[in-house]
């Protein structure tokens, strides 16, 4: 089970998802919308997936991967997917990804207002996500929980 507080890292931080095919190629990519819905499951966005869907399409085994400089804190969990691109779990992420977008927006707002020099890039990063569409929601169960950080020793 996930403690509230690695549900809140994924929410907070970018996450590297790992898949692999049937004959074990590896392939890892960064997931900018990661949210834990219970203490069990997660459902993170598919907008881009090529080779990490036809890899979970063959192969539902993933491991996910972050780390949380704030708290000084690294996790690796390890699950089984299911590719949902109708139904409540898709319509359950498309309100997460709304939800998401609505934060993200404020906090860009207040980057910019800090630092105009990065409206531009806060523009044609506003643009760019605008253009993309999600395919599917990805739910995975989560199975297993390991920490990245060293023990230390008394």
Not at 58 to 70: E, G, L, R, Y
Not at 92 to 109: F, S
């Amino acid at each position: 089970m996930m403690s509230k507080e690695i549900m809140q890292m994924l929410d907070e931080n970018l996450v590297y998802l790992a898949t692999s095919t049937l004959e074990g190629k590896p392939n890892v990519v960064p997931i900018g919308l990661c949210q834990a819905i219970s203490d069990k499951q997660l459902i993170i966005i598919d907008v881009m997936f090529d080779k990490t869907r036809k890899n979970l399409e063959a192969n539902p085994m993933v491991a996910i991967s972050f780390t949380d400089h704030k708290r000084r804190e690294s996790y690796q969990l390890k699950g089984k997917a299911e590719v949902h691109t109708d139904g409540p779990v898709f319509e359950q992420m498309q309100q997460i990804r709304e939800q998401k977008a609505e934060r993200k927006r404020a906090q860009m707002q207040q980057a910019v207002e800090m630092s105009p020099e990065l409206k531009e890039k806060a523009d044609r990063l506003k643009e760019w996500r605008k253009n993309l569409k999600p395919r599917a929601a990805v739910l995975i169960t989560v199975e297993e929980i390991y920490s990245h950080m060293p023990k230390l020793k008394d």
